[in-house]
Every structure is written in structure tokens, then in C-alpha cells.
């Protein structure tokens, strides 16, 4: 079973993009398991912790909306840095620190980001690596993931994928870009098949 979370609405939005993709996801494909995290610093890990140490999954793929982005990118690294003007949903604001002062500065993804966007830019897709997850919540999530599965051995692909927001987040006379739901869905399915199938 290959295990994808993403985030609950935050910032006053009705919509967070991450779950509605992940939603349609789960329509499409029979071998996820759905898990909604808080957009909260210190819980959103707390909460994936507990479920990895109960039954680790073939696969792990976290996923968050990324405003301004206007294709799907699979994160190459996580930094050990926390940072925003954007309070969590528990009104905590990050005004910088490490996450963890003992560890790395940084995590290289355990997806082959590299092999991914390459294979889905040959099949026309919307897609493109980043190598910044920003110092919110979802580069906060990525890199205790990261620091987690390093730390107990456990050796099975994990990362994170920002998607753009949807249609449905753009108000009128808004020039912010925005992909159908059901693209996004798309891309992150053959993002699971090509994490997996190199795992196999």
C-alpha cells in the first residue's frame, strides 16, 4: 500500500488544491491509502509519525499546494529550516530557526526525482523539479519525513510534491495560474508508478 497525505485548507481558503488531487487519486488508483494532515508545524509530523510506526507503507508521497507554481513539481531537497510570515492553522508563525538543530542541514528526496520529470516531460506532461519547498509547513513535513526514515533505516521512496492551485481557487479578474484537478491527479499517478516500479 502506498501511502499519500496531503495538506487541510489554511491561510482562511475553503480549498486546499493537495486534497482535492488526492481525493481524485484515490478514485483512480486502488492501491493508496488517503491520510489528511493539519497545516500545523509541529502536528502535521506528530500525526504521519504515529502512522509510520505502526505499518511502514511500500511508498511514501506527500503532497501540498504551492500558489504561483503553474506545473506539478516533485521536490528534490529538503532544508532543515522553518520561516514564514504565514501563521499555521494554530496561528504559530516561524520567524527562522532549524527544525531540528542536531541534523543534517539538508535531505535529498527518496524519490528519483531526476528519472521522474524526465520520463513525464517525454510523455508531455506538466511537470519540472524544484529544489525549494519553501520554509512553510510542507518543506517543515518533507524534512522531518526525510530525517525520520534516515534516522530508523527504514529504506522505502518517500518525497514531496507541490501541485498548483485549481481553477476553482482563482477569483475573477485573478491572473494566477492555475491546472484542473484531475491533471494534477494524473501526473502524481504516474509519479507513483515510476517511485514504485524503481523500488521493485
Not at 507503507?57 to 504561483?68: F, K, T, Y
Not at 532549524?98 to 539538508?106: C, F, L, N
Not at 526525482?113 to 519553501?134: N, Q
Not at 501541485?163 to 494524473?186: T, Y
Request: aromatic share 8%; net charge negative.
Amino acid at each position: 500500500m502506498i501511502l499519500v497525505t496531503h495538506f487541510d485548507p489554511f491561510g482562511g481558503s475553503k480549498i486546499n488544491a493537495s486534497q482535492i488531487v488526492v481525493e481524485l487519486l484515490a478514485d483512480i488508483r486502488e492501491d493508496i491509502e488517503l491520510m489528511s494532515l493539519p497545516t500545523v508545524f509541529d502536528d502535521c509530523f506528530s500525526r504521519l509519525e504515529l502512522r509510520l510506526l505502526d505499518n511502514v507503507p511500500e511508498a511514501l508521497i506527500m503532497v501540498g499546494q504551492a500558489a504561483g507554481r503553474s506545473l506539478v513539481t516533485p521536490e528534490k531537497i529538503a532544508i532543515n529550516w522553518k520561516e514564514s510570515p504565514t501563521p499555521d492553522n494554530n496561528g504559530f508563525i516561524a520567524t527562522g530557526e532549524k527544525i531540528i538543530p542536531a541534523s543534517p542541514d539538508a535531505y535529498f528526496s527518496r524519490l528519483p526525482v531526476d528519472g521522474i520529470v524526465s520520463k513525464l516531460k517525454d510523455e508531455g506532461l506538466p511537470i519540472e523539479k524544484s529544489f525549494s519547498a519553501g520554509a512553510f509547513v510542507c518543506n517543515y513535513l518533507f524534512y522531518r519525513c526525510m530525517d525520520f526514515l534516515t534516522k530508523r533505516a527504514i529504506n522505502i521512496p518517500a518525497g514531496f510534491v507541490h501541485i498548483p492551485c485549481i481553477p476553482e481557487q482563482i477569483g475573477p479578474g485573478e491572473n494566477r495560474p492555475a491546472i484542473e484537478a484531475e491533471v494534477s491527479a494524473s501526473v502524481l499517478s504516474r509519479i507513483i508508478d515510476l517511485a514504485v516500479e524503481e523500488n521493485r
